[in-house]
């Protein structure tokens, strides 16, 4: 999977011995595309949030346009 767009904003730091938790959603996925969002965080303080678009891996067989 290449990748097309990658944007990530920083709004806060974990402290030492916080439990950092990781999550990813896919938003939407086409035929050449997927989209995605995301965001770690420590409880519900919000660190970091992603969005991010992918280029898709061509399917087996198929001719790369």
């Known amino acids: 999977m290449a990748t097309v767009q990658l944007s990530c904003n920083i709004l806060a730091a974990a402290r030492e011995g916080e439990e950092v938790y990781g999550e990813a959603?896919?938003?939407?996925?086409?035929?050449?595309?997927?989209f995605v969002s995301g965001r770690l965080r420590v409880g519900e303080r919000t660190l970091v949030t992603a969005t991010g678009v992918f280029r898709n891996p061509p399917e087996t067989g198929a001719v790369s346009i």
């Open 25 to 34: 959603h896919v938003e939407r996925a086409t035929r050449l595309l997927t």
